[in-house]
Structures are given as C-alpha cells and as structure tokens.
Antibody
Framework: EVQMVQSGAEVKEPGESLKISCEASGYRFTTHWIAWVRQMPGKGLEWMGMIYPDDSGTRYSPSFQGQITISADKSVSTAYLQWSSLKASDTAMYYC??????????????WGQGTLVTVSS | QSALTQPPSASGSPGQSVTISCSATSNDVDVYKYVSWYRQHPDKAPKLLIYDVSKRPSGVPDRFSGSTSGNTASLTVSGLQAEDEADYYCSSYAGGNNLSVFGTGTKVTVL
C-alpha cells in the first residue's frame, strides 16, 4: 500500500529556518516525482515544485523559486521542503504528493496528510 | 503562463448533476490536453478524480466525467451524493517552467 507520511505541525517565529519531511512507502521511491503543494488558510492549492528522487532533479514554480529548497534522501525514501528564513506569510498547510505514473500530465495520486506550518511572533 | 479560473460555487440536489468549468487565461493549447480534477473535503488532502481531460484513475466512480470544449474544460458530477459536497480544483500544465498550476477552486454544495 502506497503511503506518504508527513512530519508533524510546526510553530516557528519569523526568520527561523525549517525543514519538513514526507516519508514514502509502498512503491519504488526513486522513480516517481514528488511534489509539494501549499494551501494557505481558507485558500486554494498552489504547486510549489517537485523532485525526482533518483537524481534529485528539481523543478520549481516561478512563484516559489529562490524561496524554498526541495530535496530528497533515497536511503530513507523521504522528500523534504525547507525554508532558510520563514515569514508570517508562509503560514499554511503543506502537502506532499506523488506523481501519478499514468498519463501525460503532472497529476498527483497519493498525498500526504499535510503539515501545518504556523509562523508567528 | 496560464492561470486557471473556476466559478467560486456550484450546487445541486441529491441525484442531480453539477458541472464545473475551468478556463485558462492563456491560448496555450497544451493547457487543455493535460487537465486534471481533484476533490478536497475540509481538512483533508485532495483526491485525484480525472486526469488527461477525461480519464479516471482506478477506483473513481463513473459518476465523475471530464471534457473540454473550446477554451473551457469541465467536470461533471452525476448522481450527486452528500459526500460530493467539497471543494473541486482543476489543474494543468501552465507553460514555461510552471509544470503544474491549480485552478481557483469551486465549492460544491449538495442541497
């Protein structure tokens, strides 16, 4: 059974760094893209970027380029999303999702449960 | 780069059908080749309903159907059930380095 299990909720102050995780299981981790998606409180979904774990190739949304870093560790089948300096506007739910391996587009079939990040002084 | 616009709300009675539209701001025809649809219940992760315009992943009932016409993609939910009350998002390729973009979302209410 495919599972994407994310790390727990975080409360941080502006300017702090943060790295959240997404541990995958039940499939071959290295050969499926993993994306990160932001959902701000009461708002819609925003694609942030994705990584191909086999070679750690990454693609970022222009809206998030330079603001975040996506990485992966094949040895523990885990993808990461990190910030070097959080802002209050980073307060949101963050989801990881596996690229659906069938079809032509960038679609996501298995999702993590979400990690709530709260940035407040 | 394209943005995807959806109506903010739609509604229908149990057993009826509801159709949600999704329009791209660009004229990139590729946008409409790769449309997918997701359903999201409150405080839950999204669920993939439709990919490549009209295909359903295994396990998604045929009550859900997708199509395109001109510059608009659509999701139709037939035989509305209480569990269909949720937010629905279209998604597609947005052009350039924007490999994926989500629509603005539509809240479906089952009356």
């Amino acid at each position: 059974e495919v599972q994407m299990v994310q790390s727990g909720a975080e409360v941080k102050e502006p300017g702090e760094s943060l790295k959240i995780s997404c541990e995958a299981s039940g499939y071959r981790f290295t050969t499926h893209w993993i994306a990160w998606v932001r959902q701000m409180p009461g708002k819609g979904l925003e694609w942030m970027g994705m990584i191909y774990p086999d070679d750690s190739g990454t693609r970022y949304s222009p809206s998030f380029q330079g603001q975040i870093t996506i990485s992966a560790d094949k040895s523990v089948s885990t993808a990461y999303l990190q910030w070097s300096s959080l802002k209050a506007s980073d307060t949101a739910m963050y989801y990881c999702a596996r690229r659906f391996p069938i079809g032509s587009g960038w679609n996501f079939d298995y999702w993590g449960q979400g990690t709530l990040v709260t940035v407040s002084s | 780069q394209s943005a995807l616009t959806q109506p903010p709300s739609a509604s229908g009675s149990p057993g009826q059908s509801v159709t949600i539209s999704c329009s791209a701001t660009s004229n990139d025809v590729d946008v409409y080749k790769y449309v997918s649809w997701y359903r999201q219940h409150p405080d839950k992760a999204p669920k993939l309903l439709i990919y490549d315009v009209s295909k359903r992943p295994s396990g998604v009932p045929d009550r859900f159907s997708g199509s395109t016409s001109g510059n608009t993609a659509s999701l139709t939910v037939s035989g509305l059930q209480a569990e269909d009350e949720a937010d629905y998002y279209c998604s597609s390729y947005a052009g350039g380095n924007n490999l994926s973009v989500f629509g603005t979302g539509t809240k479906v209410t089952v009356l």
